[in-house]
């Protein structure tokens, strides 16, 4: 009986693993257009006041849903600095773009 329960969430672990990562490159094709429009306009690869307001509103997500804002943190800020990443690699390939 409890193999068969952990059987059933294992399934369930995966199935949300390969909705974070569906989610997440989906995020990534439309940061890419983003970073695409920077790198054309000269604006920088990186917006520390938006960045700053997503962290807000995402401790307060986590928080509701009983998550630690801390992690979210951590796993929002690893996001983003892979997208500052490639939004400064675009930026070599268009010209200059700040940092």
Same mark, same amino acid.
């Given at each position: 009986?409890?193999? $068969?329960? !952990? =059987? %059933?969430? &294992?399934?369930?672990?995966?199935?949300?693993?390969?909705?974070?990562?569906?989610?997440?490159?989906? &995020?990534?094709?439309?940061?890419?257009?983003?970073?695409?429009?920077?790198?054309?306009?000269? !604006?920088?690869?990186?917006?520390?006041?938006? %960045?700053?307001?997503?962290?807000? =509103?995402?401790? %307060?997500?986590? &928080?509701?849903?009983?998550?630690?804002?801390?992690?979210?943190?951590?796993?929002? =800020? !690893?996001?983003?600095?892979?997208?500052? &990443?490639?939004? !400064?690699?675009?930026?070599? %390939?268009?010209? $200059?773009?700040?940092?």
């Amino acid at each position: 009986m409890n193999t $068969d329960i !952990l =059987r %059933e969430q &294992r399934v369930r672990i995966d199935e949300l693993d390969e909705q974070l990562i569906c989610l997440l490159a989906e &995020r990534f094709e439309i940061t890419k257009t983003v970073g695409e429009l920077k790198a054309k306009t000269g !604006l920088p690869a990186a917006d520390p006041k938006r %960045e700053k307001e997503q962290i807000a =509103r995402l401790h %307060e997500i986590a &928080r509701r849903e009983g998550m630690d804002p801390v992690f979210g943190e951590k796993v929002f =800020r !690893l996001i983003v600095d892979e997208v500052i &990443r490639h939004h !400064l690699q675009t930026a070599d %390939e268009h010209g $200059d773009l700040e940092a």
